[in-house]
């Protein structure tokens, strides 16, 4: 995956592939076990989709989160989001939980 994402293209910053602690370098390692991501034959928009994901959630200190929104669950991606998006009295939606 990092080689699909990082094309070796010298206008590219690598770096956050080579610091262990990186959301890129941590969302992954997540993905080497991730059972979805090894199920797919291959990199799909599944596999892409539930690496940004990953990465989104530890860019943002997703292990502090308020609430449990479901990130890193074995479920499919589009219901990672449980709790994220809720409506107030006055019926407008705001974000809740970061």
């Not at 602690?21 to 992954?28: D, G, V, Y």
């Not at 407008?92 to 939980?97: A, F, H, L």
């Amino acid at each position: 995956l990092k080689s699909w994402i990082y094309r070796g293209d010298s206008d590219v910053d690598s770096s956050p592939f080579d610091d262990p602690t990186s959301p890129q370098s941590r969302a992954l390692d997540w993905l080497l076990n991730d059972t979805i991501a090894l199920s797919e034959n291959g990199v799909t928009a599944k596999v892409l989709q539930r690496y940004a994901l990953v990465v989104f959630y530890y860019s943002t200190d997703g292990p502090n989160w308020k609430e449990d929104v479901k990130f890193l669950s074995e479920s499919d991606a589009c219901s990672w989001n449980d709790g994220l998006i809720r409506q107030n009295e006055e019926d407008q939606d705001y974000r809740n939980g970061l």
